[in-house]
C-alpha cells in the first residue's frame, strides 16, 4: 500500500510539473488546466497518506563473509613425500539485522515530489511546488476574469485614419461625464500655414451598453498637407496621429517613406510571469520599444485580437466575447502602441471559435456584436461593390478596402462566408470568400490604380500558401481552386503596372514565400506575387518548423519559426525617379530585427504614344 500511494505522488507530480511548464511558459491549450487540477486532487491524498504511513527506518541486513583455506598434508610436503598440497577452505559467514533511520535524498524528493518521512521541511517544500505550480496556473486562468472584468473601462484609440478624416474609439461606461467632447490641434504648428489652436472635432452625447458603451467620434482633417495631430477628450484621454499621404502621393513626413505595420494574434501573459500583471502583454512592449523609430502609418492587425478559448472559455454570451475585448484595451502594455497609433482589423477564427467555418452560424453573431463595435466601426471602409468603378462601397460588408500614398488596400474575411474545411482540397466549388467577395476581390485586383499608386496590397488573416503543412486545410492551401484564380488575376496586375503584396498572420512563425507565375506563360517574371506571413504579436510558437517547400509554385524566401513576438514593418519609397516603387519588408522577433528584404513594383506600362496632330489623329492619317 505504502509503495503504491508513493509512486501514485511520484506519477501525478510529474504530471502536475510538466504541463504546468507548458501551459504557462510555451502553450496555454484549453485542456490543460482541467487536468492539472485533476492530478493535483490525485496527488495531495496519495502524498499526505505516503507521508503518514511511510516508515522513518529500514532494516540494514549486513553480512560479513570470511574466508579461511588450509593445508591439510604439510607434514608430507615438508618430508618431501609430496608436493602437492591439499587446500581446505572454510567458509565462516556472520548476518547482522540493523534498525536505522533513512537517509535523506534532498534532491531526489525535491524533484520527484514525494515525501521525505524524515524531513518535514523537504516534505513541505516538495509539496509546496506542486502547490506553487497549482496557483501559478489559477492565477494565469481566472485573475482576468475575478480581478479584471473591466466592466468600467474607460479609454481611446485611433482607429482608420486618411488625409481627410480620422475615427476615435471611445469607451466611457460612466455617464456623468457626458456628453464627452475630442479636441484636435496640430502638433509642432508652423504659423501661418498651421493653426496651433485646440479645435472641436465632435463628440459624443452618451454611450449605452448596446454597444458596450462605445462609440466613433470622426474627426474631419481641413489641412491639405500632411500633418501630425494630437487630440484629447473630456473624459481624460489624449494621444497623436499623422494624417495619410493623399493617394498617390508620397509622405511628406518619415523622410518620404510610407511605412505601416502587420501582426497578429495576442494571448496576456505569455510566457507566463507571476510579476506581470493578469493582462500584460510582452510582445507589446517589444513592439513599444521600436515603433518611435519606424514612423509607422497605421498597424495592419490580422485577427485573433482576442481568443475566446484561451486560456479557458467561461462561455459563448455577448458578454464573454466583450470581456476579452476590454481586457485587452484594460492592459497596461495598450497604451504605448495603440494611443498613439492607427490600428485597423480584419477577423480570424478566434474572434469567433477555433478554426471557424461556419459561417453566421451558432455563436457568430455572438462573437461579432464586439468585434464591430471595438473594431469595424474604427475600421477603413468597406469595399468597393463590383461593376461600381470603385465609387459605391459593399452594403454591410465585413471586409474593407482603401487607398493611401503609394499603395491600395483590400482587408479580406476569411471566416465568415468559407465553406468547410473538410472539404477536398482542390474542389472546384470550395470558397474561403464566398461569392459577393470574391467577386469585390477580383474586381479591384482588375481596376486600374491612381497614378502614383505602385502596390496592392492583400490582407488575409491566414497564410496564402500551402507550404504549412500542419492544419493545411485551414489555410488557402485548402482552398487551391479559388485560390489559383485568385493568383491568375494577382499576375495580371502586373500588367497594371502594380506589385501584389499578401500580409498574413494566424501560424505563430514567419514566412516569405514568392508566387511566380507558370515558365513560358505570358505573364513576365515581374508579375511574381510575393507573401510576407508574421505572428504572433504574443502568443505561443512551434519550436519544431512546420513549413517546407515541396514544388515550384510556392517558393520559400525565408523562414523563421522561434519567438512569442513577431511582427512585420512594411516600408515604400520611390525608386527609378518615381517610375517603380520599392517595398522593404523587416520582421522582428522578439523586438530585434531579425531579417528583411527589398522588393520592386514591376515596370510601368507606357501607353504607345500617338503621332501627328489632333486632325491627323482624327482624319486617321
Given at each position: 500500500?505504502?509503495?503504491?500511494?508513493?509512486?501514485?505522488?511520484?506519477?501525478?507530480?510529474?504530471?502536475?510539473?510538466?504541463?504546468?511548464?507548458?501551459?504557462?511558459?510555451?502553450?496555454?491549450?484549453?485542456?490543460?488546466?482541467?487536468?492539472?487540477?485533476?492530478?493535483?486532487?490525485?496527488?495531495?491524498?496519495?502524498?499526505?497518506?505516503?507521508?503518514?504511513?511511510?516508515?522513518?527506518?529500514?532494516?540494514?541486513?549486513e553480512v560479513?563473509?570470511?574466508?579461511?583455506?588450509?593445508?591439510?598434508?604439510?607434514?608430507?610436503?615438508?618430508?618431501?613425500?609430496?608436493?602437492?598440497a591439499?587446500?581446505?577452505?572454510?567458509?565462516d559467514?556472520?548476518?547482522?539485522?540493523?534498525?536505522?533511520?533513512?537517509?535523506?535524498?534532498?534532491?531526489?524528493?525535491?524533484?520527484?515530489?514525494?515525501?521525505?518521512?524524515?524531513?518535514?521541511?523537504?516534505?513541505?517544500?516538495?509539496?509546496?511546488?506542486?502547490?506553487?505550480?497549482?496557483?501559478?496556473?489559477t492565477?494565469?486562468?481566472?485573475?482576468?476574469?475575478?480581478?479584471?472584468?473591466s466592466?468600467?473601462?474607460?479609454?481611446?484609440?485611433?482607429?482608420?485614419?486618411?488625409?481627410?478624416?480620422?475615427?476615435?474609439?471611445?469607451?466611457?461606461?460612466?455617464?456623468?461625464?457626458?456628453?464627452?467632447?475630442?479636441?484636435?490641434?496640430?502638433?509642432?504648428?508652423?504659423?501661418?500655414?498651421?493653426?496651433p489652436?485646440?479645435?472641436?472635432?465632435?463628440?459624443?452625447?452618451?454611450?449605452?451598453?448596446?454597444?458596450?458603451?462605445?462609440?466613433?467620434?470622426?474627426?474631419?482633417?481641413?489641412?491639405?498637407k500632411?500633418?501630425?495631430?494630437?487630440?484629447?477628450?473630456?473624459?481624460?484621454?489624449?494621444?497623436?496621429?499623422?494624417?495619410?499621404?493623399?493617394?498617390?502621393?508620397?509622405?511628406?513626413?518619415?523622410?518620404?517613406?510610407?511605412?505601416?505595420?502587420?501582426?497578429?494574434?495576442?494571448?496576456?501573459?505569455?510566457?507566463?510571469?507571476?510579476?506581470?500583471?493578469?493582462?500584460?502583454?510582452?510582445?507589446?512592449?517589444h513592439?513599444?520599444?521600436?515603433?518611435?523609430?519606424?514612423?509607422?502609418?497605421?498597424?495592419?492587425?490580422?485577427g485573433?485580437?482576442?481568443?475566446?478559448?484561451?486560456?479557458?472559455?467561461?462561455?459563448?454570451?455577448?458578454?464573454?466575447?466583450?470581456?476579452?475585448?476590454?481586457?485587452?484595451?484594460?492592459?497596461?502594455?495598450?497604451?504605448?502602441?495603440?494611443?498613439?497609433?492607427?490600428?485597423?482589423?480584419?477577423?480570424?477564427?478566434?474572434?469567433?471559435?477555433?478554426?471557424?467555418?461556419?459561417?453566421?452560424?451558432?455563436?457568430y453573431?455572438?462573437?461579432?456584436?464586439?468585434?464591430?463595435?471595438?473594431?469595424?466601426?474604427?475600421?477603413?471602409?468597406?469595399?468597393?461593390?463590383?461593376?461600381?468603378?470603385?465609387t459605391?462601397?459593399?452594403?454591410?460588408?465585413?471586409?474593407?478596402?482603401?487607398?493611401?500614398?503609394?499603395?491600395?488596400?483590400?482587408?479580406?474575411?476569411?471566416?465568415?462566408?468559407?465553406?468547410?474545411?473538410?472539404?477536398?482540397?482542390?474542389?472546384?466549388?470550395?470558397?474561403?470568400?464566398?461569392?459577393?467577395?470574391?467577386?469585390?476581390?477580383?474586381?479591384?485586383?482588375?481596376?486600374?490604380?491612381?497614378?502614383?499608386?505602385?502596390?496592392?496590397?492583400?490582407?488575409?488573416?491566414?497564410?496564402?500558401?500551402?507550404?504549412?503543412?500542419?492544419?493545411?486545410?485551414?489555410?488557402?492551401?485548402?482552398?487551391?481552386?479559388?485560390?489559383?484564380?485568385?493568383?491568375?488575376?494577382?499576375?495580371?496586375?502586373?500588367?497594371?503596372?502594380?506589385?501584389?503584396?499578401?500580409?498574413?498572420?494566424?501560424?505563430?512563425?514567419?514566412?516569405?514565400?514568392?508566387?511566380?507565375?507558370?515558365?513560358?506563360?505570358?505573364?513576365?517574371?515581374?508579375?511574381?506575387?510575393?507573401?510576407?506571413?508574421?505572428?504572433?504579436?504574443?502568443?505561443?510558437?512551434?519550436?519544431?518548423?512546420?513549413?517546407?517547400?515541396?514544388?515550384?509554385?510556392?517558393?520559400?524566401?525565408?523562414?523563421?519559426?522561434?519567438?512569442?513576438?513577431?511582427?512585420?514593418?512594411?516600408?515604400?519609397?520611390?525608386?527609378?525617379?518615381?517610375?517603380?516603387?520599392?517595398?522593404?519588408?523587416?520582421?522582428?522577433?522578439?523586438?530585434v530585427?531579425?531579417?528583411?528584404?527589398?522588393?520592386?513594383?514591376?515596370?510601368?506600362v507606357?501607353?504607345?504614344?500617338?503621332?501627328?496632330?489632333f486632325?491627323?489623329?482624327?482624319?486617321?492619317a
Amino acid at each position: 500500500m505504502g509503495e503504491h500511494t508513493r509512486r501514485t505522488a511520484a506519477i501525478t507530480s510529474a504530471g502536475i510539473r510538466i504541463l504546468s511548464i507548458i501551459f504557462l511558459r510555451w502553450v496555454a491549450i484549453p485542456p490543460a488546466s482541467p487536468i492539472i487540477y485533476t492530478l493535483f486532487a490525485i496527488y495531495v491524498p496519495s502524498f499526505i497518506s505516503s507521508y503518514l504511513t511511510e516508515s522513518k527506518y529500514e532494516l540494514v541486513d549486513e553480512v560479513d563473509v570470511v574466508l579461511k583455506e588450509d593445508i591439510l598434508n604439510k607434514d608430507e610436503i615438508a618430508n618431501g613425500t609430496t608436493d602437492e598440497a591439499v587446500v581446505v577452505e572454510e567458509v565462516d559467514v556472520e548476518e547482522t539485522a540493523a534498525i536505522v533511520k533513512k537517509p535523506l535524498n534532498p534532491l531526489s524528493t525535491l524533484l520527484k515530489g514525494v515525501p521525505s518521512p524524515n524531513s518535514l521541511l523537504l516534505t513541505a517544500l516538495t509539496f509546496l511546488i506542486n502547490v506553487a505550480c497549482v496557483a501559478m496556473v489559477t492565477d494565469m486562468v481566472y485573475s482576468p476574469r475575478w480581478f479584471h472584468p473591466s466592466h468600467d473601462l474607460s479609454f481611446a484609440r485611433v482607429g482608420y485614419v486618411s488625409d481627410t478624416e480620422a475615427k476615435l474609439l471611445i469607451r466611457e461606461p460612466d455617464q456623468t461625464k457626458m456628453p464627452i467632447t475630442v479636441e484636435v490641434h496640430i502638433k509642432d504648428a508652423k504659423p501661418p500655414f498651421d493653426n496651433p489652436l485646440w479645435q472641436t472635432a465632435g463628440g459624443v452625447r452618451l454611450t449605452t451598453n448596446e454597444t458596450d458603451y462605445t462609440a466613433v467620434v470622426t474627426i474631419p482633417l481641413s489641412h491639405s498637407k500632411q500633418r501630425v495631430y494630437e487630440w484629447r477628450t473630456s473624459n481624460n484621454h489624449s494621444g497623436e496621429f499623422t494624417s495619410a499621404p493623399k493617394t498617390g502621393s508620397m509622405p511628406e513626413l518619415f523622410d518620404g517613406k510610407f511605412t505601416f505595420l502587420s501582426t497578429s494574434c495576442i494571448v496576456p501573459r505569455l510566457p507566463y510571469n507571476p510579476f506581470d500583471h493578469p493582462l500584460a502583454f510582452p510582445g507589446m512592449k517589444h513592439l513599444a520599444k521600436v515603433l518611435p523609430d519606424l514612423g509607422a502609418q497605421f498597424m495592419l492587425f490580422l485577427g485573433d485580437f482576442i481568443y475566446i478559448e484561451v486560456p479557458k472559455q467561461f462561455g459563448s454570451s455577448v458578454e464573454n466575447y466583450r470581456q476579452k475585448y476590454r481586457q485587452v484595451y484594460a492592459s497596461p502594455d495598450w497604451p504605448a502602441v495603440g494611443q498613439n497609433l492607427s490600428w485597423i482589423h480584419v477577423l480570424d477564427d478566434h474572434e469567433i471559435s477555433n478554426d471557424w467555418d461556419s459561417n453566421s452560424t451558432g455563436v457568430y453573431q455572438n462573437a461579432v456584436d464586439p468585434w464591430h463595435h471595438y473594431q469595424t466601426e474604427a475600421n477603413p471602409p468597406a469595399a468597393k461593390k463590383a461593376g461600381s468603378q470603385g465609387t459605391l462601397s459593399r452594403n454591410g460588408a465585413t471586409y474593407f478596402s482603401f487607398t493611401q500614398g503609394p499603395a491600395s488596400f483590400f482587408m479580406l474575411d476569411t471566416r465568415s462566408y468559407r465553406s468547410k474545411n473538410s472539404e477536398p482540397f482542390d474542389s472546384p466549388n470550395k470558397t474561403m470568400l464566398g461569392e459577393t467577395q470574391l467577386e469585390d476581390f477580383l474586381d479591384w485586383l482588375r481596376r486600374p490604380e491612381p497614378k502614383g499608386v505602385k502596390w496592392k496590397i492583400v490582407a488575409s488573416s491566414v497564410p496564402f500558401t500551402k507550404n504549412w503543412r500542419v492544419n493545411t486545410k485551414d489555410t488557402w492551401g485548402g482552398f487551391l481552386a479559388e485560390r489559383r484564380k485568385i493568383l491568375e488575376a494577382m499576375w495580371n496586375a502586373s500588367n497594371l503596372g502594380v506589385g501584389v503584396v499578401i500580409l498574413s498572420g494566424d501560424r505563430h512563425e514567419f514566412g516569405a514565400t514568392a508566387f511566380p507565375p507558370p515558365k513560358n506563360s505570358t505573364w513576365p517574371e515581374s508579375a511574381t506575387v510575393h507573401e510576407f506571413s508574421a505572428s504572433p504579436l504574443n502568443q505561443f510558437y512551434s519550436p519544431i518548423g512546420t513549413y517546407k517547400q515541396t514544388d515550384d509554385e510556392d517558393v520559400e524566401l525565408k523562414y523563421i519559426n522561434t519567438g512569442n513576438s513577431k511582427f512585420g514593418a512594411i516600408s515604400i519609397e520611390k525608386f527609378a525617379e518615381g517610375e517603380q516603387s520599392s517595398l522593404k519588408y523587416t520582421v522582428y522577433i522578439d523586438g530585434v530585427d531579425r531579417w528583411n528584404t527589398v522588393i520592386l513594383s514591376p515596370e510601368p506600362v507606357h501607353q504607345p504614344k500617338t503621332g501627328g496632330s489632333f486632325w491627323d489623329r482624327l482624319r486617321g492619317a
